[in-house]
Structure formats: C-alpha cells, structure tokens
C-alpha cells in the first residue's frame, strides 16, 4: 500500500432482482474509484443551513435482540462503501448528481435508528442495504439535510446505544476499522465514523486493490482500541500505512479528535 493521507457482508439494493445478476463493468468501477481517491470536500457550507449535504445511514435496532455492536458498525461502513462505489454513482448514473455534491462538499453522515415497519419503510428510500452476522445498516443516497425523505426525518438519531461485545480476534484478509474506545463515542456516532473510513481506505487503495476489496462485497471487520493499541495503530498512520479519520467535531467528541483507524488487508 503506498503512503496514504489521513482524513461475513452481503450487499443489496432494495429494488434490484438477484436473479438477475448485471455484467460487472471494470472501467466504470476504475472510474468511480478514481473520483473517491480524489478526496473530498473543499467547497465551504452553503449559506441556507438546509442545504448542507449529508449522507443519512439508517441503522435497524430491533427492540428485542439486537444484533452486536461490532456487527451493526461493520454493516455501517460496508454499505457507505458500497454506496460510494455504486454504478448508480459514476458518470451518466441516477444517483451521480445527487452524490457528487455530497462528496465534493463537506462531508457529513447521519445515523439514524430503526425497526419493524420504520426499517421496512427505509428500504424504499434509494440506498444500498448490508447485512452482517445478521445486522443491518442501510446508507441512503446522499441529499440536503432539508429535504431528507419523511421516511427518514421521523427516525431517532440519539438515544439508542447498543453494549461494547468482544467478537474476538479480526479475520486478516478484511480490512480493520479500529475504534478509540477512549473517546465513548455512542453507535451511532461510531457508525457515521467507520462510514467515513470505509470510505477514506477505498479512496487511498489502489484500482486493483479496491477491486479486489469489493469482489469480497467490501467486507470489514471493526474491533474496539484501547489505550495500549491505540499508539500502535496512530504510527502506523504515520508511517502511511493506514487511515485516519478525524472529527469535525460536531457532535460528541472535540474537533480534531482522531476516531478510527483503517488498516488494510494483509493481502490485498
């Protein structure tokens, strides 16, 4: 993996028919990777408030048995991706404008909590589902904050947290979006996180090496740091051999604060 700069899944589209499986277009993939490894933001927020672009990721957090926390956040990040690198997204796609000004703007996520008839109503609204040791996550297709779909707007985006589980060592041919477990950040928080991670690794990847990640549907695993790792994986980030995001702190942690860590596959 070259220096890099600091900033099991299954994949499925709500509308599409699994029957029929499309012809796998590797140019468009390369061309739609190549516009993420351009980076993101630049441009400053728009004067009308309700016009700041956010990209909205819908979590599904059944009352009764919820799905582990690791399993939840993984889901998160997979979906971001795989929306990120969508054919719906490249040139000529239906998402392409809508996502595009996301992208070249500043970058927000927004996670949102739901269940029963409020995650099947999510499903409608154009994005790409994960699944993930039996956790859901959903990312939506990107938009102003203002005039987020009615299906969404009405879903909770604080008070819902899920217990820290322990799903033991990572499988070493995924990517590890590593978690500081100092900041307490709440799932919620830790989602739109990882989400921008999957995202900054794909984007510091080459075109072979995210190909190669997304032929294993962009696949994760996301483990928690603690103070003794945590020093480890921040030289690594150093060494360019990992990416780090960095908070904007809005919301939860202060400005600046380093969240997660994405450490690439070992054979990629």
Partial sequence: MSSIPECGAGVRDAVADPSEP???DEEGFRARHAELAQGYGGAGDPDDPAMVQAMQIVLHLPKVD?????????????????????ERVGPGGEWAQRYLAWKRSRIRKVSRRARGAQWLAANEVDGVTVEVEGAQARALVPGPVGAV??????????????????PGPADPELPVLWVNSALGMTVGKAAAQVGHASMLLAGALTAAQALRWAEREFRCSVREADARQWPTLVDQVARGTAVAVRDAGFTEVAPGSMTVIAVPARSR
């Fill in 149 to 166: 779909d009615p299906r969404i707007k009405r879903l909770q985006i604080g008070g819902t947290d899920l217990e820290h589980d322990d």
């Fill in 22 to 24: 499309a012809e796998f």
């Fill in 66 to 86: 919820p799905p582990p926390r690791s399993a939840v956040l993984a889901a998160a990040a997979t979906a971001s991706v795989a929306l990120c690198l969508d």
